[in-house]
């Protein structure tokens, strides 16, 4: 390695400690605001169903989980990136690649199960088939994060080190096939984002809801692409041969924040459902009252209960309709 080449490396290693500890503070306080709106938001919950259920729901625990994930991932990487004794380093690493692979397979569980309701209406039969590949993808995980784990052990201590070479090639090639996985997951789901959009365009149907889940959910799928996308971005420029380190800081800083970007939409998708159920609730509410007055023979004020509603042309109906209660 000539001057320059080292030079560059040690700018890098400087620029990567000194990014790290900047994205490790935001990660810290954007987590912290993110737990105070989803503690916030499970309250708002809980006036309206039973307590457990709303603080334990299954889509609460996976929120909760991505976010105590990505700001456990930025520690330890944090921690890596200031420590010098080769058997913490191993330990950090892995159990930063360990959570990165939960965060990756949360938001993967977490996008199923948000878009089950739109998915179902137009391919019914896709449960077993997605049960059956979201365990696949566990297991690819749990595949990944042992050759990760046993390449950094050869890598910082004697042990395996003859077997450097073939871990480091299938450490490679395992992620690249993690992400590619995830990649067509999110096109397949906004596939039927995008096609359920189209299926009720200008149709006077009652699917607020289901329209909120599809326009979050093909906001969700693009920004985890280009996340996804910036995550190849920079291990094609670690790997480069010649070094920028101007391009590495920029793209290591979007793969760290990234996921708190994607957080905050599903906050936002949450939020957004929630309103949507009030509304609803509220025009129940005003066909009751409605129904009360005319069976007793009071005069009923016309009430237009469509006000907190988009208008829509009406237009011959696509046949969907909203299944089901919507998990906020």
Do not use: H
Not at 56 to 83: A, R
């Amino acid at each position: 390695m000539n001057a320059t080449n080292t030079t560059s490396l040690d700018e890098w290693f400087i620029e990567y400690a000194n990014v790290e500890l900047q994205d490790l503070w935001i990660t810290v306080s954007v987590s912290i605001l993110q737990l105070l709106i989803l503690g916030a938001l499970i309250r708002i919950e809980m006036t309206s169903k039973i307590g457990r259920k709303a603080i334990f729901s299954t889509l609460n625990v996976l929120l909760f989980v991505m976010i105590i994930s990505n700001l456990l991932i930025m520690v330890f990487s944090q921690l890596y990136s200031v420590c010098y004794d080769p058997v913490w380093i191993v330990i950090y690493i892995s159990l930063s690649y360990l959570f990165s692979g939960v965060l990756e397979s949360v938001i993967l569980i977490y996008s199923w199960i948000r878009g089950f309701p739109v998915i179902q209406l137009l391919f019914p039969k896709c449960q077993v088939y997605m049960n059956g590949f979201l365990v696949l993808f566990v297991i690819l995980e749990i595949v990944q994060f042992l050759f990760l784990l046993l390449q950094q052990i050869a890598m910082y201590t004697p042990l395996l080190n003859d077997q450097l070479d073939m871990l480091t090639y299938i450490s490679t090639v395992i992620p690249v096939a993690v992400n590619v996985v995830v990649i067509l997951f999110d096109a397949f789901v906004a596939g039927f984002y995008v096609r359920y959009l189209r299926s009720v365009r200008g149709n006077d149907l009652d699917v607020e809801k289901l329209e909120i889940l599809a326009y979050y959910g093909i906001a969700s799928c693009i920004f985890l692409e280009i996340w996804l996308s910036g995550i190849v971005i920079y291990n094609y420029f670690v790997i480069s041969p010649t070094l920028n380190v101007l391009k590495l800081s920029v793209s290591l800083r979007f793969y760290d924040l990234g996921p708190l970007a994607f957080m905050f939409i599903q906050l936002a998708m949450k939020w957004a459902l929630r309103n949507e159920e009030v509304r609803r609730d509220s025009r129940k509410r005003i066909r009751i009252e409605s129904a009360k007055m005319a069976s007793s023979g009071q005069p009923v004020m016309t009430l237009n209960l469509e006000a907190s509603r988009p208008s829509k042309e009406k237009r011959r109906s696509s046949g969907f309709k909203q299944s089901g209660s919507i998990k906020e």
